[in-house]
C-alpha cells in the first residue's frame, strides 16, 4: 500500500517528504515488531544493541565510549542502559587497569544466554521484512537508503 493509502493523506505530497515519511512509517513497524521479540525477554531494543555490540567484542572488554559510538541509537543513555544490564546480570564492569578513568564492559554468559535465545527470533524477524525482495532487491534498497542517509 502506498503511504498516502497508509497514513490517509488526501494531500499532494512531494516525492521527498514521501520518502521521509515511507522510513519514518516503516522505521516504526520495525521497531514495533522488535519490541513484541524482545519484551517477553523485558530488554529494549537498546539494551539488545549493547549486548549484540559486547558480544561481538569475542570476551573482550569495551569502554563506554566505543559502546556509545557503535549503538544504532546514538543519543541513547549508554551508562543507564549497562545499569540496567548490569542489575539483570547480563554484563561486568570494571575500571581499566591502565587507565583509572576508563570504565571497561564485558558481556557475562547469562547475557549470551539471552542473545542465544533471540537470535533465531531476530532472524525470522529480518526474513519477514526481507521475504518480498530479491536478493538484487535487497541490494539495491541497502545501496539506495546509504546513499540517502550520506548527504
Known amino acids: 500500500m502506498e503511504i498516502q493509502q ?23 513497524i520495525i521497531v514495533e515488531r522488535l519490541n513484541a521479540i524482545l519484551k517477553p525477554f523485558d530488554i529494549s531494543a537498546e539494551q539488545f544493541n549493547v549486548l549484540r555490540i559486547l558480544r561481538g567484542q569475542k570476551g573482550q572488554p569495551i569502554n563506554m565510549t566505543a559502546i ?42 547469562d547475557g549470551l544466554d539471552v542473545l542465544a535465545l533471540l537470535d533465531p527470533l531476530i532472524i525470522e524477524h529480518e526474513q519477514e521484512f526481507a521475504k518480498n525482495l530479491t536478493k538484487e532487491e535487497m541490494t539495491l534498497f541497502n545501496k539506495l537508503l546509504e546513499k540517502y542517509r550520506n548527504l
Do not use: G, P
Open 68 to 109: 556509545q559510538e557503535r549503538m544504532i541509537a546514538r543519543n541513547s543513555n549508554t551508562t543507564r542502559l549497562v545499569d540496567k544490564l548490569l542489575l539483570k546480570k547480563y554484563v561486568s564492569r570494571a575500571t581499566c587497569t591502565s587507565n583509572r578513568r576508563v570504565i571497561e564492559i564485558c558481556i557475562l554468559q
Open 6 to 28: 497508509e497514513i490517509r493523506s488526501t494531500a499532494n505530497l512531494q516525492i521527498s517528504k514521501k520518502v521521509i515519511l515511507n522510513i519514518l512509517f516503516t522505521h516504526n
